[in-house]
């Protein structure tokens, strides 16, 4: 199998997080960037679900981020969409219009054509776990496809949840 075809298996991680989530009678909901939604899809079909899932946004261009999470122009065209900036603000806003127990966001740069820079490549992935008000902040540098990059977000989001839900931070 060569790396362009290689797939990236998160279902076990996601199932792990899930499981966690529902033993700690905790919710989750998405704001996704670059995930698509796939972050909500993936948590859709754990056993926990309907217990855990609050649901996701998904905000992939920035008038969605601005206009629909409130996340300002101003802080977008400063930052960048993809930028941790912009995340934690999606992070913070998201927890105001659908209250969950862990709320999460992500953004990042999958494919040539967005903000990516020397310093910010493609592959530069950002992401923020808000839980009991404590707001954590990841910035990962992944190769491969769009989709390999996309997968293996979910499975490192996936385990950071879980880190997170332990009483840890990383």
Excluded: W
Aim: aromatic fraction near 6%.
């Amino acid at each position: 199998m060569n790396k362009e075809s290689e797939t990236i298996n998160y279902g076990d991680a996601v199932i792990r997080c899930g499981n966690l989530l529902a033993e700690k009678s905790n919710t989750i909901a998405f704001a996704e960037s670059a995930t698509a939604g796939k972050l909500a899809y993936a948590f859709s079909l754990t056993p926990y679900s309907g217990a855990i899932l609050r649901g996701s946004i998904v905000c992939y261009n920035a008038c969605v981020k601005e206009d629909v999470l409130g996340v300002t122009k101003e802080i977008v065209d400063r930052y960048t969409p993809e930028s941790a900036e912009v995340t934690r603000e999606m992070c913070k806003a998201l927890k105001l219009q659908m209250p969950a127990d862990v709320i999460v966001a992500v953004t990042g740069l999958t494919a040539p054509g967005g903000s990516e820079t020397k310093e910010k490549p493609v592959g530069t992935m950002f992401f923020c776990i808000l839980y009991k008000e404590l707001l954590h902040e990841y910035r990962m540098v992944l190769k491969g496809t769009p989709t390999q990059i996309v997968d293996k977000s979910i499975a490192e989001i996936c385990q950071k949840i879980c880190i997170v839900l332990d009483g840890g931070s990383v």
